[in-house]
């Protein structure tokens, strides 16, 4: 077996990467997509936002070509093989897909669509326009996630028992203004990223129990701060938990993701939530059974991190199912409708509330 310590991190890239055309330019592209595509040297042809001057400021920040003037004009400059890579609000998801010609190569941010309703249209449409979609569920590809993954293949851990992640920091909310006033919203935007990844460690969970809740005093926002279960049978614990109001300063801040086997355990720390969007550095260890102990725990240095590694990871699936040179493609919106599923049985969870106390 190689050195655990000589694990892979990085994704495998496209032979032959095709030109992106970005529709939306807000924070997650200039901090996350642009970054990330000038470090794996994908070209970006162009980009359209509702808003030319978001366009035009990235494209003089990140040597961006053409700034389009519409999504019609984006459609028709695109060059024939071109990924478009949507990163606009869940709502305005729909109103795009409909404009890109049949057969286009898709990568959608997520959540794919606001309800589960919501996401089988996009799902069905791009099935009936033969739209290969993916979404961008990109933890699965930060690099401590590649290494944990290829640790776990590799068998180290035994049977996997425990999956945990803990997040305790403080989000700054008000940076993205779409999410006030919708009814659904830490599970909906961030935990479900979390649901992905344990979907994609563990399979299909046989349901889950949860419970979302508001903060006090802020009477915009839906509930930012989750508790989740999922049910994975009598001999596997998989928990989320996140309280994104840690609002008192970085020396109990936390947010990790763990797991745990019969002969060894992961931990994986994910620095780009505490001081978001700056972030610290990760850290990822694992211990493993020494001669029927536990051994000590060991540090893998983490090249990269969540933001923007994760996201060549992403982008990377899909330029290589186009290509042909990978045969699946694990965030299909087919794989993330099921996600979405999950997402709704929490809410509903949440909704129907916890058993009562009789007596
Ligand atoms: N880790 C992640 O995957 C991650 C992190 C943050 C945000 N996101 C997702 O990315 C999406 C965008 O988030 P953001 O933080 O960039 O938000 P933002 O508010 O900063 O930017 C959204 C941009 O989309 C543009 N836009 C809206 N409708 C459009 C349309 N029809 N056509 C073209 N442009 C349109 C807006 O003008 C704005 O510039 C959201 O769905 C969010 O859930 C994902």
């Known amino acids: 077996m190689t050195a655990p310590q000589q694990v892979n991190q990085a994704p495998a890239l496209p032979h032959s990467p095709r030109p992106i055309i970005l529709i939306g330019g807000g924070g997650i592209v200039r901090d996350a997509h642009l970054p990330a595509y000038r470090k794996a ?30 999504l019609a004009e984006a459609v028709t400059a695109a060059p024939q093989d071109s990924i478009f890579d949507i990163a606009v609000p869940a709502s305005a998801i729909y109103g795009i897909l409909r404009e890109l010609p049949r057969g286009s190569y898709a990568l959608i941010q997520k959540p794919l669509g606001e309800t589960l309703d919501q996401a089988r249209v996009l ?22 996630v590649i ?76 509930g930012t701060r989750s508790a989740m279960l999922l049910d994975y049978g009598d001999f596997l614990r998989a928990t989320i938990t996140t309280n994104h109001h840690h609002i008192w300063g970085p020396r109990h801040q936390e947010s990790y993701v763990k797991w745990e086997g019969t002969r060894g355990a992961i931990k994986a720390t994910l620095g780009s939530l505490i001081d978001y969007p700056k972030g610290i550095p990760d850290t990822l260890e694992y211990i493993t059974l020494d001669d029927g102990r536990p051994g000590e725990w060991q540090s893998i240095p983490v090249k990269g991190s969540w933001f923007p590694d994760a996201f060549i990871g992403t982008m990377s699936s899909l330029q290589r199912y186009a290509e042909g040179s990978a045969w699946d493609l694990p965030t299909s919106v087919e794989d993330a409708y099921r996600t979405m599923a999950l997402v709704k049985a929490a809410y509903q969870s949440s909704a129907a509330g916890g058993i009562p106390i009789l007596e």
């Not at 033969?130 to 930060?142: G, K, P, Y």
């Not at 649901?195 to 399979?203: A, E, I, K, N, Q």
């Not at 969970?205 to 009477?219: F, K, M, N, S, W």
């Open 41 to 70: 040297g994908f070209g970006v042809a162009g980009i359209y936002d509702l808003d030319a001057s978001k366009a035009q400021a990235l494209a003089r920040d990140f040597g961006i070509p053409r700034v389009y003037a519409s």
């Open 147 to 222: 290494a944990a993954r290829e640790l776990i293949d590799r068998g180290i851990l035994g049977e996997i028992h425990d999956m945990e992640v803990r997040v305790t920091v403080e989000t700054p909310w008000h940076l993205w203004t779409f999410l006030e006033g919708i009814p659904r919203l830490e599970i909906l935007y961030h935990s479900i990223h979390y649901l992905d990844l344990m979907r994609s460690f563990l399979g299909e969970p046989r349901g889950v129990y949860a419970r979302t809740v508001r903060y006090p005093g802020l009477d915009k926002l839906a």
């Open 123 to 144: 799902r069905d449409f791009c099935q009936a326009q033969e739209i290969t979609a993916a979404v961008n569920f990109q933890l699965r590809c930060a690099p401590y």
